[in-house]
């Protein structure tokens, strides 16, 4: 399988592609907007050793964020991919989990963030963001300070989530649609709702 990181949207999809990483139709994404497009992230992290060479080819650019103590991914999709980055950074490594009652994420099993601590946010897959920017608040809570973000796939079209700056192995932009402005050949196809964040 490949490894060597795409250099042009083009060679994201292809890439996408040979993984069996992205599928069209119609979906409700984690930020509630519809696409004609979805990465299925699952399809990339089930190959570590492959992923582990991409992301290997990014620890420089995550180096120039500063000081890294701990890796913060968010349940579930997020947590291997954290894994792998924690072990190519050398940083600890904990994962938030989404309460069900509340949908809120928040730290378990004992995992903490300690006052001074720099945090690296890491996802798979992000279209605005909005998961990663979740974190933020407690973090600051807890006195530590956000260095930036990693993920695999940059769908956002931004090289920002927030205020903190994105490293990626890939970008790639594929439209997205506000529920009330679905093009009406998409809103033709059944709406599918990957994923396990839930949409208010």
Request: proline share 6%; hydrophobic share 40%; glycine share 10%.
């Amino acid at each position: 399988m490949r490894t060597e990181l795409p250099a042009s949207p083009e060679e994201t999809i292809e890439l996408l592609k040979d993984y069996g990483a992205v599928e069209q139709g119609h979906f409700i994404l984690a930020s509630g907007k519809h696409s004609g497009f979805y990465v299925k992230k699952g399809k990339l992290v089930q190959h570590p050793w492959e992923l582990q060479k991409m992301i290997e080819q990014r620890v420089e650019a995550m180096r120039e964020l500063g000081k890294i103590d701990v890796v913060l991914s968010p349940a579930m999709g997020g947590v291997p991919v954290g894994q792998q980055v924690g072990l190519a950074v050398h940083a600890r490594t904990i994962y938030a989990e989404r309460n069900p009652e509340t949908n809120e994420l928040e730290l378990k099993r004992g995992f903490e963030i300690k006052p001074g601590e720099r945090l690296l946010l890491v996802e798979d897959v992000i279209t605005t963001g909005g998961t990663l920017l979740e974190l933020t608040d407690f973090i600051a809570s807890q006195g530590g300070e956000v260095a930036g973000v990693f993920v695999i796939v940059n769908r956002s079209g931004k090289d920002k989530v927030g205020d903190f700056p994105v490293v990626s192995c890939m970008e790639i932009q594929f439209p997205v649609y506000e529920p009330d402005e679905v093009p009406a050949e998409l809103a033709a196809i059944e709406a599918i709702r990957p994923g396990t964040k839930r949409v208010e």
